[in-house]
């Protein structure tokens, strides 16, 4: 077949979709078909266990057998995935005949449509064919990857009207949002590719003080910074005036994220913003993040639960002490639990906290490991046990931001 591909993208949403073959090449080919929304029927004697379980929640349709002309009835579109060519070649033919458009996994050559290699950065899409090399394509497709994950500020600048090629989807052009991001517990690379993605469209960031400085050093110099470590007033004031901040920006039509150490919602003021907003008319979207409550933990070796060592984890604020009429926490009750007790904010109160620990129960001699600046450059961990662990913290000099952590867990992975 001569002349080049003409590229379109289908809309295949409620639209059949027949597939056929049920191993490797059909397993890769369905995510995509699904994300599309199409109505996917897989013809296939056999399936794949991946495909197996799409077929038992009832997201595509299995039919249990080879290929009959009739399964491309008020199909828009066949993929062949099967290895024999001749059996290829015959469903080609039923295709060609009802003038529907072919991929062939076994013959390029013969096909009348070809898959292109695929990134996709929020709402963009690239599909790149390579001339009947899909090594040439891929490669092409990785190189354009990196250049949209580097943010559009790597790429050729946009005309001041287009800014937001690439952005969120917004409601109208001034129609301003907020997304209350999780910028994980410390190490850059660990926010999520979704929050990364909306940092790099932001016109306004309002930050913390736990995210992770290199974070903000790759936006523009357009970008409105805020800090909210540097809001005078006291904690309440300035979580106001957080809010104000964010509602006023948005209303103004900006693309704001609110950028939170860890995950937003854990401990993090995140659902008070999200209310602000919500109060405000203002759209919020919300991408939870890396919580440090498990992270630093693993970035000291220590997996918060551990096949027969513990079956839970507890996570708790230690910022109120226990004896405290204001303490929300039933540190009595804790003190009974088995497993693994993760304690965020808890420098200040860790004497008072782990001796109503042992107190009521927990033995002394239980293992804990305290992380500071867990994920980053700057880690400190000490290993101890909960009936001293006050005093080693005290003598090792370690400073917030930190997590402490208690159970067998500490030195599960020890050899
Ligand atoms: N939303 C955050 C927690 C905010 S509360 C999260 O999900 O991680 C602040 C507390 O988190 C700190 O006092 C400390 O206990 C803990 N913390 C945050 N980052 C940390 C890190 N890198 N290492 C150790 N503890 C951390």
């Not at 523009?220 to 006291?234: H, N, R, S, W």
């Not at 900006?254 to 913003?273: H, M, S, T």
């Not at 402490?404 to 599960?412: E, I, L, N, T």
Request: proline fraction near 7%.
């Amino acid at each position: 077949m001569s002349g080049n591909p003409y590229p379109l993208g289908l809309r295949l949403a409620g639209r059949r979709v027949v597939l056929v073959g049920g191993g490797a090449v059909a397993t890769r080919r369905v995510p995509a078909l699904l994300d599309a929304g199409a109505d996917v029927l897989l013809v296939a004697p056999e399936l794949t266990p991946a495909l197996r379980a799409h077929a038992d929640a009832g997201r595509l349709r299995w039919q249990r057998r080879r290929f009959a002309a009739d399964d491309l009835d008020d199909a828009w579109l066949v993929q062949v995935a099967v290895d024999d060519p001749s059996a290829a070649a015959a469903i080609s033919a039923v295709a060609d005949e009802r003038r529907i458009f072919c991929v062939r996994a076994d013959d390029r050559a013969a096909a009348t449509a070809w898959t292109p290699a695929v990134t996709r950065q929020g709402p963009v899409t690239v599909a790149v064919l390579g001339g009947g090399d899909p090594r040439r394509a891929m490669a092409v497709r990785d190189a354009v990857r990196e250049l949209l994950a580097a943010g559009p500020s790597r790429l050729a600048p946009p005309p001041a009207d287009a800014v937001g090629a690439l952005g969120p989807v917004r409601p109208n052009r001034r129609g301003g949002q907020v997304a209350l991001v999780g910028a994980g517990p410390g190490d850059p690379e660990l926010i999520t590719v979704k929050g990364r993605r909306l940092l790099t469209e932001a016109e306004v960031v309002v930050t913390d003080r736990l995210v992770p400085g290199l974070l903000l050093d790759e936006l523009g110099p357009e970008v409105e910074l805020v800090d909210a470590t540097k809001i005078p007033y006291g904690p309440a004031r300035a979580q106001e005036e957080i809010n104000r901040i964010l509602v006023d920006r948005a209303l103004a039509g900006k693309a704001v994220v609110r950028l939170k150490g860890g995950d937003p919602y854990v401990f993090g003021r995140g659902g008070e913003e999200l209310l602000a907003c919500a109060a405000a008319g203002v759209p919020v979207t919300v991408v939870p993040g890396v919580t440090s409550a498990v992270a630093a933990a693993a970035g000291a070796g220590v997996p918060v639960t551990h096949r027969a060592v513990a079956h839970e984890f507890t996570v708790v604020s230690g910022h109120v002490p226990p004896d405290s009429s204001a303490s929300m926490v039933r540190w009595e009750h804790l003190a009974g639990l088995r497993g693994t007790l993760v304690i965020l904010m808890g420098l200040k109160n860790l004497a008072a906290i782990s001796a109503t620990l042992v107190a009521h129960g927990r033995p002394a001699q239980t293992p804990a490991v305290v992380v500071q600046e867990g994920t980053t450059g700057a880690q400190r961990t000490i290993r101890s046990t909960l009936g001293v662990v006050a005093a080693d913290v005290a003598a090792a000099g370690l400073r917030p931001p930190a997590v402490v952590v208690v159970g067998d867990v500490v030195g599960a992975l020890d050899s």
